[in-house]
């Protein structure tokens, strides 16, 4: 579908700009950057572009705690509303997880509009199989913003059918996620994604029959009501929980990841499936 401009609702673009909602986010994207790179420099238990699918971006970084390779994995899916950013500025958020013993993998993706969301749904949902089959046991789906909404849909995926007796990622973490994507389509969001209102609700993990497993959503207390709201209707559609972190924003919320003794941290770590045995 072409995107109409002229139909984009000024209130709903207020909403979910959030750039426009945080002024200094160009030093914070350069910050994140620059924390990456030097968590790579220096952190040398890693494997590096790990390819999980054909394309150039379907790769991912594997980051152990240790030189064993038998610690439970975290998938952390970055944002960019499908559009921008890739797993390299999001490197040094695996320090929290790495201090307790947990590997954390980050895959890239491809973006709109080179690509739709639902080959991107589909791309998330291979990496996470692709990472259980390899290692052997099932994985915690965790994604900020954009991929929050992309944890969900790994959750939602018919696995018995894709061949897997269970489920790959039954439990998931989502910061600041997007779990109804109908208002979108009236935003400049969707300039890129050229979703119809059909292809919206079809790719809307709120609107989707529970899975089963659990998801907690997480929310900054300064993202306004659009994104309280997102969290609030993927924990009451599927039986999940939700909690607003009072004093964070869009960019600092997902920043607790870096720090061990987070409260995002340590709600990781109590959704982190276990190993068998």
């Known amino acids: 579908m072409d995107h109409d401009p002229a139909r984009e609702d000024p209130a709903l673009e207020a909403e979910y700009d959030n750039r426009a909602k945080v002024p200094g986010f160009p030093a914070i994207l350069a910050r994140w950057q620059a924390e990456a790179a030097a968590f790579r420099a220096t952190w040398t238990e890693a494997e590096t572009g790990i390819a999980y699918g054909p394309s150039e971006r379907t790769k991912l970084d594997l980051f152990w705690p240790n030189e064993r390779r038998d610690a439970r994995i975290a998938m952390f899916i970055h944002g960019g509303y499908w559009q921008g950013m890739d797993r390299a500025f999001s490197s040094h958020l695996a320090r929290g997880l790495l201090a307790h013993g947990v590997a954390v993998a980050m895959p890239s993706y491809d973006l709109c509009p080179n690509v739709t969301l639902a080959v991107i749904v589909e791309q998330m949902r291979t990496c996470a199989g692709f990472l259980a089959r390899r290692h052997g046991a099932p994985i915690l789906a965790a994604g900020h913003s954009a991929g929050g909404h992309l ?3 790994i959750m939602a995926a018919g696995w018995p059918e894709r061949g897997f007796p269970a489920h790959p990622a039954p ?18 969001v969707n300039r890129a994604l050229r979703m119809d209102p059909e292809t919206a609700r079809a790719l809307s993990p709120a609107l989707l029959a529970a899975p089963g497993g659990h998801i907690h959503a997480m929310v900054g207390g300064l993202e306004g009501r659009e994104y309280e709201r997102q969290s609030c209707a993927i924990a009451s559609a599927w039986g999940g929980t939700s909690a607003v ?4 924003d869009h960019f600092t919320i997902v ?12 709600t990781a770590l109590e ?5 068998a045995g």
């Open 151 to 153: 944890a969900a849909m």
């Open 171 to 188: 439990q998931a973490l989502a910061l600041s996620g997007l779990f109804d994507l109908v208002p979108l389509v009236r935003t400049s």
């Open 245 to 248: 972190l009072p004093d964070h």
């Open 255 to 266: 920043a607790e990841l870096a720090d061990p003794d987070s409260a995002v941290v340590r």
């Open 271 to 275: 959704l982190m499936p276990r190993r």
